[in-house]
């Protein structure tokens, strides 16, 4: 699968480390340290509740936390408090190293721990075994995400493929039934037209979610061919045409200028682009600007593929809220109960991406918009 976490400008940047010490002159010291080192300071605390609080609001990479502190929290609290909010590693720096401080700092899952006093190089070894030890950390985290979800896509596929069909032949005669009451009957009495009306939505409803659940169950073999992303864009984009709210959605396309080809199953692909387009047309119902880029990507450390292909979806909609951003992949998770979401668009999309080797990662700042990458591949 692609990985994406780590662009080159990310690995480029200077680490940010939150120096945790109430001793100006001990503080001023390791602040030299780091920057002779090649790190950034992104702040200084001298309490554990300042550290508390600067972590929140500068995500530092790392935190330098010395344990003895002035104040009510002490260095290993503020570390507890630090690791299970914001999951940014802590490395304690300490003059004291009795057996019960370190038993109590051993709960906290420090990713090191340092003596003073301390020289630049064992520092430098120390936090850089910790930065490479968190970064794996969270791969393995993600990896194992996606494996629960796959999992769970697995199941549903197999679920799902059992009572699709079903459910299919029953809907179809509650819909024709309800279509021929409503021809008997509507013209008697309106209320009975209403009802008619309910049921043959509700119909509606179940019937679009069984036939999304019947493209779970589909066996994922591609058919693959080579074709250009961008005319594939184009021609999905020639669906919506019709939909009334496109006409407040400004559209604009940022295409690569160079010819780029994709080995794809095209009606699986139309198919995410279709969903991802359709959310952004959906998060923005007083209109917006829907942006389309393509284009080429250096692949990262982690991937064996030559070149990647970006194709980028971004509204100016509602965005996605940092607790849902959690769970947007999950199948049937929707907030659209007006508009009858099924929550299947998204789980699906990153299911197909997948089968494809590639990945489809959201990001989403809440109230100014959503991008949806989707990264494949060039063969
Ligand atoms: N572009 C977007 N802007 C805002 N929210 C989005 C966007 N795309 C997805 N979402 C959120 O993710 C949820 C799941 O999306 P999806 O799987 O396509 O299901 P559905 O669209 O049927 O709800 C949506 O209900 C919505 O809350
Ligand atoms: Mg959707």
């Not at 950390?137 to 009572?163: H, M, N, P, V, Y």
């Not at 309800?178 to 008997?184: A, D, H, P, W």
């Not at 139309?270 to 917006?288: C, D, K, R, T, Y």
């Amino acid at each position: 699968m692609a990985e994406v976490k780590y662009s080159i400008e990310e690995k480029m940047k200077k680490k940010q480390i939150l120096v945790v010490e109430d001793e100006r002159i001990a503080a001023e010291d390791i602040k030299m340290s780091l920057h002779r080192l090649g790190y950034a300071v992104s702040g200084a605390a001298i309490s554990g509740k300042e550290a508390v609080k600067k972590a929140e609001d500068l995500q530092p990479d790392l935190v330098l936390m010395d344990i003895v502190l002035v104040g009510e929290m002490d260095g290993i609290e503020a570390s507890a408090l630090i690791r299970s909010r914001f999951d940014i590693p802590i490395v304690y720096l300490t003059a004291y190293a009795d057996k019960k401080m370190l038993e109590r700092a051993k709960v906290t899952e420090p990713f090191g721990y340092i003596l003073k006093p301390f020289d630049d190089k064992e520092l430098c070894s120390i936090l850089e075994i910790a930065l490479y030890k968190h970064k794996m950390e969270r791969k393995l985290k993600k990896t194992q995400q996606e494996l629960i979800q796959s999992e769970k896509l697995a199941a549903l596929g197999r679920f799902s493929s059992g009572i699709a069909h079903e459910i299919k032949n029953p809907l179809g005669i509650i819909l024709g039934g309800s279509e021929f009451l409503e021809m008997k009957l509507s013209r008697v009495d309106p209320e009975i037209k209403t009802a008619i009306k309910k049921i043959k939505e509700s119909t509606f409803r179940a019937d679009r979610i069984v036939k999304d659940l019947l493209k779970f169950s589909r066996p994922s073999i591609l058919k693959t061919e080579r074709i250009d992303p961008n005319g594939l864009i184009r021609e999905t984009l020639s669906l919506f045409k019709y939909r009334t709210p496109l006409i407040e959605i400004k559209i604009k396309t940022h295409f690569a200028k160079e010819k780029m080809f994709l080995e794809i199953d095209k009606s699986q692909m139309q198919q995410v682009f279709f969903n991802l387009l359709l959310n952004a047309i959906e998060s923005m119902p007083n209109g917006g600007l829907l942006m389309i880029k393509t284009y080429k990507m250096a692949p990262s450390e982690f991937s064996f593929a030559k070149k990647l292909c970006v194709i980028e979806i971004a509204d100016t909609g509602e965005g996605i809220s940092k607790k849902n951003l959690q769970k947007i992949f999950e199948p049937f998770f929707t907030t659209k109960r007006e508009i009858k979401g099924t929550g299947l668009g998204l789980s699906m999309s990153k299911m197909l991406v997948n089968n494809h080797n590639g990945d489809l990662v959201i990001e989403s700042k809440p109230g100014k918009g959503t991008t949806a990458k989707i990264i494949l591949p060039f063969c």
